[in-house]
Structure formats: structure tokens, C-alpha cells
């Protein structure tokens, strides 16, 4: 949550060599954080100890936690995918300053993931206490959803952030507004 509170307040327009640096490494310890919770996660899922997947399989709140997991893996795509070009373009001297647009493009997905992230102790809750355990639940729609989510909306995403184009840069664009 730290990494994610750090990238929103850190994404303006304009940002300094600092700033763009401390979204990097906010943005590069997220998703080391995200990495190591999912193989944990997985763990506590699937081990002996804890109730095995025989119980999670038929929990449907625990298919939506999954759900909003994978909502925000995607999410994270076009922060992540934005951060690491311009991390390139400024390591190769031709960084363009962020553009407003970017920004709040940036700045509304994050937000998006700190609602999934909200989220996730909510569904972590409910299903613990096994709210809408369910015997017969199908795991294979849950599965089917989440993969449904995370595949599309990250097919969505990094092609958003690899076909976004800044203005040529961050100069020219308000004297171009000024002159219309």
C-alpha cells in the first residue's frame, strides 16, 4: 500500500529527475511486494496447513478476492509499462517531460488499484469466516473469470501503454495551446 500511496502522490506532469526516480523504485519494490504475496498467497492456498484448496476451490468470495487480485495485476500493467519507458528514455537522454493527460491517465488507474487493494482484506475477512461457502460451487467459474479479467484487461492495458504517444514534448505543448 506504501508503494502504491508513493507512486499517487509522486505522478504529476512535469516531474523532476527525483520524482521520476522515487516512482521507479515505489513502482519496482510494488512489484517485487506483489510477486512475493502471490507465492504466499499461493502457499497458504495449497499447503497441508491452513484449509487447502478443497475449501477455497467452492468459496466464492474467495474467487472474488482472486478477482480483484487479478483486476489489479492488470491495472498495474500501464503504470508499470509507462514507468519502465521513461525510465529507458531518461537513462538514454531523450526523456520527454509527462504530459497532463499521462499523468491523469496514470493517476486514475492508481487509484483503481488502491481500491482493488482496499478491497482484498474485505473478501480476505469474509471468506475466512466462510461467508457463501457454497460445496457445490463450480472452482472453474471463478478460475474462468479471473483469467478472463487478468488476460483481457492486461491485453487492454499495455497495448494502451505501448500505442500512448506524449506531445512531442512538454514545452511545445503549452505554447501551442497559447497560440491557438
Request: proline content about 4%; aromatic content about 10%.
Amino acid at each position: 500500500v506504501g508503494c502504491l500511496v508513493t507512486e499517487r502522490l509522486t505522478v504529476k506532469a512535469n516531474m523532476s529527475d527525483e520524482e521520476e526516480d522515487r516512482l521507479a523504485i515505489a513502482d519496482t519494490t510494488l512489484g517485487i511486494s506483489g510477486a512475493l504475496l502471490a507465492y504466499t498467497g499461493y502457499l497458504r492456498t495449497t499447503a497441508d496447513w491452513g484449509k487447502g484448496f478443497d475449501y477455497y476451490a467452492h468459496e466464492p468470495v474467495f474467487w472474488l478476492k482472486i478477482f480483484f487480485v487479478a483486476i489489479f495485476g492488470a491495472v498495474s500493467f500501464f503504470p508499470t509499462t509507462k514507468i519502465i519507458q521513461r525510465s529507458v528514455a531518461k537513462r538514454n537522454g531523450n526523456m520527454v517531460p509527462m504530459s497532463e493527460e499521462l499523468a491523469a491517465r496514470m493517476t486514475s488507474l492508481i487509484n483503481a488499484e488502491l481500491l482493488m487493494v482496499a478491497s482484498i482484506p474485505l473478501t480476505a475477512s469474509l471468506m475466512a469466516r466462510g461467508v457463501g461457502y457454497m460445496p457445490t460451487f463450480p472452482w472453474q467459474v471463478g478460475a474462468g473469470a479471473t483469467v478472463a479479467a487478468l488476460g483481457g484487461l492486461g491485453f487492454k492495458y499495455v497495448k494502451e501503454a505501448l500505442d500512448w504517444e506524449e506531445p512531442a514534448s512538454a514545452a511545445e505543448a503549452p505554447a501551442a495551446k497559447a497560440n491557438e
